[in-house]
């Protein structure tokens, strides 16, 4: 495809050779009446008033097509010209809507598409928390049961946190058994939340929020997700949650209408 300064270029070198090629027929015609001129006036002694006439219908025929081919020539390149715009328009007005054509596909598709993480993203993750490996409070991961796209993500976070040497126990469904959640009662009798958590929520205790911090950035940066950290609380009479880091995979958010 030629470059749109190319194509400028050649428009520009178009009209200027167009307006030559006008400036030559002039002068052609201006030629062929001086011509014929000088011509008769200088035998109109010798022609007869037969040939004579014959001449200058000649000369009238042939200046006459001269400027013909000047006059319309123009206008054919004065046409082509502004058709040329024309269709630059239209050309411009298509690409245009290819590519808000191909915005909107590209938001549906991100719309449907499902959150993952792919293998070097999941090894990032892990590089970004290995400081943290060996901890001696297993890491809890957990999704709603119904959410499979959920539970293929918490997979592949679990894949990550593994390679970082992190230790993690999978719980799918079970965040009503953690009631030091401030969500955790959240099932209802169909088996699902009346109102469903969305994006990655991590909750921590008090000496785990360095760990917490670390894993959000590293899951905002790596996948482009959601996330959020909110403090454990304690409750009287159960096991301390300080060193406590829950992760919760809530369902993919959904655009809100504004």
């Given at each position: 495809?030629?470059?749109?300064?190319?194509?400028?270029?050649?428009?520009?070198?178009?009209?200027?050779?167009?307006?030559?090629?006008g400036?030559?027929?002039?002068?052609?015609f201006?030629?062929?009446?001086v011509?014929?001129t000088?011509l008769?006036?200088?035998?109109?002694h010798?022609?007869?008033?037969?040939?004579?006439t014959?001449t200058?219908?000649?000369?009238?025929?042939?200046?006459?097509?001269?400027?013909?081919?000047?006059?319309?020539?123009?206008?054919?390149?004065?046409g082509?010209?502004?058709?040329?715009?024309?269709?630059?328009g239209?050309v411009?007005?298509?690409?245009?809507e290819?590519?808000?054509?191909?915005?909107?596909?590209?938001?549906?598709?991100a719309?449907?598409?499902?959150?993952d993480?792919?293998?070097?993203q999941?090894?990032?993750?892990?590089?970004s928390?290995?400081a943290f490996?060996?901890?001696r409070?297993?890491?809890?991961?957990?999704?709603?049961?119904?959410?499979?796209e959920?539970?293929?993500?918490?997979q592949?976070?679990?894949?990550?946190?593994?390679?970082g040497?992190?230790?993690?126990?999978?719980?799918?469904?079970?965040?009503e058994?953690y009631?030091e959640?401030?969500?955790?009662?959240l099932?209802?009798?169909?088996?699902?939340?009346?109102?469903?958590?969305?994006?990655?929520?991590?909750?921590?205790?008090?000496n785990?929020?360095?760990?917490?911090d670390?894993?959000?950035?590293?899951?905002?940066?790596?996948?482009?997700?959601?996330?959020?950290?909110?403090?454990?609380?304690?409750?009287?009479?159960?096991?301390?949650?300080?060193?406590v880091?829950y992760?919760?995979?809530?369902?993919?958010?959904?655009?809100?209408i504004?």
């Amino acid at each position: 495809m030629t470059p749109i300064a190319d194509v400028d270029v050649l428009k520009s070198a178009l009209a200027n050779n167009n307006w030559w090629a006008g400036l030559c027929t002039i002068v052609v015609f201006v030629g062929l009446l001086v011509e014929y001129t000088i011509l008769l006036w200088l035998k109109k002694h010798d022609l007869s008033t037969a040939e004579i006439t014959f001449t200058i219908i000649a000369g009238i025929a042939i200046a006459g097509g001269v400027y013909g081919e000047y006059h319309f020539g123009s206008r054919a390149s004065a046409g082509a010209l502004t058709l040329e715009d024309i269709s630059e328009g239209r050309v411009a007005a298509l690409n245009k809507e290819a590519a808000q054509a191909r915005k909107e596909a590209a938001e549906l598709l991100a719309l449907i598409q499902p959150r993952d993480l792919s293998e070097d993203q999941q090894r990032k993750i892990g590089e970004s928390v290995r400081a943290f490996s060996g901890r001696r409070v297993p890491l809890l991961i957990t999704w709603y049961r119904f959410d499979i796209e959920g539970g293929r993500l918490s997979q592949e976070i679990k894949s990550g946190l593994e390679f970082g040497k992190v230790k993690v126990v999978v719980a799918p469904g079970d965040l009503e058994r953690y009631v030091e959640m401030p969500e955790a009662h959240l099932s209802s009798s169909a088996g699902f939340p009346p109102t469903a958590m969305s994006g990655v929520r991590i909750f921590s205790g008090r000496n785990s929020r360095p760990f917490a911090d670390s894993l959000k950035n590293s899951l905002e940066s790596q996948g482009k997700f959601m996330v959020s950290i909110d403090p454990l609380a304690p409750i009287v009479g159960r096991q301390s949650v300080d060193d406590v880091l829950y992760i919760f995979v809530g369902m993919k958010p959904i655009p809100v209408i504004k």
